[in-house]
């Protein structure tokens, strides 16, 4: 899914004067303006989808700063909880990366000089960095003000950013992924020896705004892999908590399952039923690479395969086969194969005992329907772990 993070803005600065009833011109007062509100995402392992998160997701912006030196209040960040497993990517508008040359420094002296040039760029400049008091826009004279350094880094940051890519695995964990804009200084900021009464502050600056694309990699302790109508749901509920769609026809899985297995000694495991894959998958023919990125994350891979059909050592080999063409290696992690439909007939048990005696992994027949030889499966594949 894609969304879109807008952090915050900063708050302005403020420019303001004490006065008392016996002073007419006393000191600045103006307050700095709060900074804004960032956007953050964390992991929480209760979260099972994607569907928490917003297509536009706002942080509050700062507030502004205002007389007798009160300082605005900083926006509130706002965190969006996220699934194990999510894979965060920017969406680069003009796909332009901050270049190592191009630094904050190098835009404020870009600035600075940009300030010293003519009346119409001077007028232009103040009016999008400065806030002026009642008619002292024209009055004030801004080129011996220097714009702090990390306003013009942070500036520098929302014209040029870096793509964000992050990989979100942890319970807990945090990225931040659109950062609020910072609050401007009031007045009292700009005393210098050659100006003690400024009549003007410092615009807050605007928050990033990013195009995120989020991608959920389903992270599960086994990852059943199988033709379609292998009978991978059926196996999952069988031994599960999951109650996903069965039908007799392939696909019927069209969204990866997860379910929890308990034993008696308390030990969980996740299992995640992948929806079946055909000859051809990692070109992404059929439901293709938007269901085996799943499998990338478990630690154990539980082949079910229908024994009672022809030659069914040749579903396993086309099965590991497409693993391998997606992501090199990824077979050749611990597994076990599920001679599944062990229960049709004669043609189901001569198949399985031709199979044992050419298999280099581990084959148990069972039939998930009737719930057959589950337990054996369920131990055999906790020792995997």
Request: aromatic residues 8%.
């Amino acid at each position: 899914m894609r969304c879109t993070a807008m952090a915050g803005s900063g708050g302005s600065g403020c420019v303001s004067f004490f006065r008392d009833t016996f002073v007419a011109r006393g000191p600045p007062n103006g307050g700095n303006g709060g900074s804004g509100g960032s956007v953050w995402f964390e992991v929480d392992e209760n979260e099972t989808s994607l569907n928490c998160v917003k297509q536009q997701l706002k942080a509050r912006p700062g507030a502004n700063g205002q007389g007798k030196s009160m300082h605005g209040s900083g926006g509130k960040d706002l965190v969006v909880k996220v699934p194990k497993g999510t894979m965060v990517r920017e969406i680069l508008r003009d796909q332009q990366v901050l270049g190592s040359d191009e630094t904050g420094a190098g835009f404020l002296g870009t600035l600075e000089r940009d300030i010293r040039q003519d009346t119409s760029m001077r007028n232009q400049d103040k009016e999008s960095w400065f806030v002026h008091y009642p008619r002292w826009e024209d009055r004030n004279d801004l080129t011996k003000v220097r714009v702090p350094e990390e306003f013009a880094a942070f500036k520098q940051e929302l014209d040029h950013p870096v793509q964000l890519t992050a990989d979100l695995t942890e319970h807990g964990q945090r990225v931040l992924v659109a950062r609020g804009g910072l609050g401007g200084f009031g007045n009292p900021h700009f005393i210098s020896p050659f100006e003690r009464q400024p009549h003007y502050a410092l615009r807050g600056l605007a928050g990033q705004r990013r195009m995120l694309e989020l991608e959920l990699k389903t992270i599960a302790d086994v990852g059943l892999v199988g033709m379609p109508n292998a009978g991978k749901s059926t196996f999952l509920g069988a031994v599960s908590n999951a109650h996903p769609k069965v039908a007799p026809y392939p696909f019927t899985t069209l969204n990866p399952y997860i379910g929890t297995v308990d034993f008696r000694d308390s030990f969980q495991m996740t299992v995640a039923d992948i929806p079946g894959l055909i000859p051809g998958a990692h070109r992404n023919i059929g439901l293709g690479h938007s269901f085996l990125r799943h499998v990338e994350r478990s630690r154990v891979l539980v082949y079910i395969v229908d024994v009672s059909r022809e030659a069914p050592w040749n579903d396993l080999r086309a099965l590991q086969q497409e693993l391998d063409m997606y992501h090199a290696g990824i077979s050749n992690r611990p597994s076990l194969v599920v001679a599944n439909k062990a229960d049709k007939g004669d043609r189901a048990r001569q198949n399985f005992e031709q199979w044992q005696l050419m298999a280099s992994v581990p084959i148990i027949p069972a039939s998930a329907k009737y719930k057959k030889n589950i337990l054996k499966i369920t131990h055999a594949v906790r020792q995997l772990l």
